[in-house]
C-alpha cells in the first residue's frame, strides 16, 4: 500500500505492506534504528515516537495508520542537518547520567519532550507517573527522573529566553 | 501479524458498509486488536480504521447529559475542561488508562466494544446509567455488557458516542494491576437525585452493579453506610494477581474509597 508521511523533516513515499508496523517502517525501510523494539507488546516503550507532537508506541501503531503524518524519532532532535548539536532533554540526560546500557533511553527521552511540553513546573511524582508507559531495568529510574526534571526545566528557560529576545 | 485490506472511510455510512464485508474489523486506537492481532489470536481480513471519520469526535455537554464521541481519546477525556466541569469523576478515570502513550492512541468506544473484564470505562457507563449510541439504535447500559470480550454489538454495529447523563457527584476508585494499569477491582460509584449506583470492574467476568450497596448509600452517603455489605466471592475471577476472595474483599474496599472522594467534593 501506497504510504506518504514526513519522517524528521523529510517527505517519504513508500510502498509498505498494510501489517507493517511503524516501528518497522523505521529501523527497516528508513533504517532509523534509534527506536528500539523491547517487548513488542506496547508495555516497554523503548519504541516511543511522536507522531503529529504526541507520544506514541511505534510498535502498536500501523504504518499505512500515520498517512499523512509528521513522524519524530530520536534521530530528529539533533539540529538541521543531522549535526552533534544535542537536544536540551538528551544534554539533560547526559549531564545527570540518566542511563546505563541506553537501550530504554530513545523512548525515555521522546516520551520526556512529550512530557515537558505538557509541563512547566513538575513536580518528581508527575514524572514517576508519567513514566509509567517506559521501563527501564537498569538505573532504578532515579537518575532518569532527575534528568527529566533537569531537561524540562532547560527547555522552558530556552523558550522563555527566546520569546523574550523576540519581544 | 498476517495481511489484510486496509480501509480509512471518512463517513460513518462508509465504515458501517466496508465492515460488512468478510472477516472485517473496526480499529480504533488499536491498543488491544493489534497485541492480539500479532498473537494471531484475531486475524482479521480486512481493518476498517475509524480514525478519519469527524462524525466520531467530540465531547459536548447538553444539559444534564455529557456526550463523547468513539474515537475520542483517553487523553481528550482527560484534559477536557468540559468533563473536568461536568463530570469530574470521568477525566480522572480516563487520566489513569494504562500510560501517557496508550492514553494517546486509546478510545473510549473501541474500549467498550472490546468489553475487556479488567478495562475501566465499563464502570464508567454502568455507574453512570450511560447510553451507547451506535449506527442503528441506542443500548442502555444495562444491557450492553454480556460476558468476556462480550456484547450485544451486531457483527458490523459501530459505536459512534456515549451519552453520560451527569450526577450530582461521582467517583472512580481502582485497585490496579501495577504492570498492566488495568483494574483488579475498580469501582465507580455516582450519585443522582434518583438514588446512587455502584458498578464494580475487574472482578467478575464483565462490570455488575451491586443492589445492597446502592440502597444503602441512597438512604445514606456514607463510607460507613458499607459496613456490614460482603460481596460473596462465588462466580468472581481469580487469577496470579487476586484470588476471588481477595477481589470480593477489594471490591468494598474501592466502593468506601469511592465514596469517600465523592461526598468529600473531589468526584
Known amino acids: 500500500m501506497e504510504l506518504k508521511l514526513n519522517v524528521n523533516g523529510r517527505n517519504i513515499k513508500a510502498d509498505v505492506p498494510t501489517e507493517m508496523l511503524l516501528v518497522e517502517l523505521l529501523r527497516e525501510r528508513l533504517g532509523l534504528t534509534g527506536t528500539h523494539i523491547g517487548c513488542d507488546t506496547s508495555q516497554c516503550g523503548a519504541c516511543v515516537v511522536h507522531v503529529d507532537g504526541v507520544s506514541v508506541k511505534s510498535c502498536t501503531m500501523l504504518a499505512v495508520a500515520a498517512e499523512g503524518t509528521r513522524v519524530v524519532s530520536i534521530e530528529g532532535l539533533s539540529g538541521p542537518g543531522g549535526g552533534n548539536a544535542l537536544h536540551p532533554m538528551q544534554v539533560a540526560f547526559h549531564e545527570n547520567h540518566g542511563l546505563q546500557c541506553g537501550f530504554c533511553t530513545p523512548g525515555m527521552i521522546m516520551s520526556a519532550i512529550d512530557f515537558a511540553g505538557r509541563h512547566t513546573a513538575p513536580t518528581e511524582a508527575e514524572v514517576r507517573h508519567w513514566l509509567e508507559g517506559n521501563m527501564c531495568r537498569c538505573t532504578g529510574y532515579q537518575n532518569i527522573v532527575a534528568s527529566i526534571l533537569a531537561g524540562t526545566a532547560a527547555i522552558h528557560a530556552e523558550t522563555s529566553t527566546s520569546s523574550m529576545e523576540a519581544a | ?267
Open chain 2, 1 to 267: 501479524m498476517q495481511g489484510f485490506t486496509y480501509h480509512r472511510p471518512t463517513s460513518v455510512a462508509d465504515a458501517v458498509v466496508l465492515l460488512q464485508s468478510e472477516g472485517a474489523s473496526g480499529i480504533a486506537g488499536g491498543m488491544t486488536l493489534l497485541p492480539v492481532m500479532k498473537h494471531r489470536l484475531a486475524t482479521p481480513l480486512a481493518l476498517v480504521d475509524l480514525s478519519g471519520i469527524a462524525a466520531l469526535g467530540g465531547i459536548e455537554v447538553d444539559g444534564e447529559t455529557l456526550t463523547i464521541g468513539a474515537m475520542v481519546r483517553h487523553v481528550a477525556v482527560a484534559d477536557s475542561p468540559v468533563v473536568a466541569a461536568a463530570i469530574p469523576a470521568l477525566a480522572a478515570l480516563a487520566a489513569g488508562i494504562g500510560d501517557p502513550a496508550v492514553r494517546n492512541r486509546g478510545t473510549i468506544g473501541g474500549v467498550l466494544a472490546n468489553a475487556d473484564p479488567s478495562a475501566d470505562y465499563p464502570a464508567a457507563v454502568a455507574g453512570l446509567g450511560a447510553t451507547i449510541v451506535t449506527d442503528r439504535r441506542e443500548i442502555a447500559a444495562e444491557a450492553m455488557f454480556t460476558g468476556l470480550f462480550a456484547t450485544v454489538l451486531a457483527p458490523g454495529e459501530l459505536i459512534v458516542a456515549v451519552k453520560f447523563p451527569v450526577p450530582l457527584a461521582a467517583a472512580y476508585a481502582k485497585f490496579r494491576s501495577p504492570a498492566s494499569r488495568y483494574a483488579i477491582v475498580g469501582v465507580f460509584v455516582a450519585r443522582f437525585a434518583a438514588g446512587v449506583r455502584v458498578a464494580v470492574t475487574g472482578a467478575r467476568p464483565s462490570v455488575f452493579r451491586v443492589p445492597e450497596m446502592e440502597a444503602a448509600l441512597s438512604a445514606r452517603f456514607d463510607p460507613a453506610a458499607l459496613a456490614g455489605i460482603a460481596i460473596p466471592p462465588d462466580g468472581l475471577n481469580g487469577d496470579i494477581h487476586a484470588e476471588p476472595a481477595f477481589r470480593a474483599h477489594l471490591v468494598g474496599v474501592m466502593a468506601a474509597r469511592a465514596v469517600a472522594a465523592a461526598g468529600s467534593g473531589a468526584a
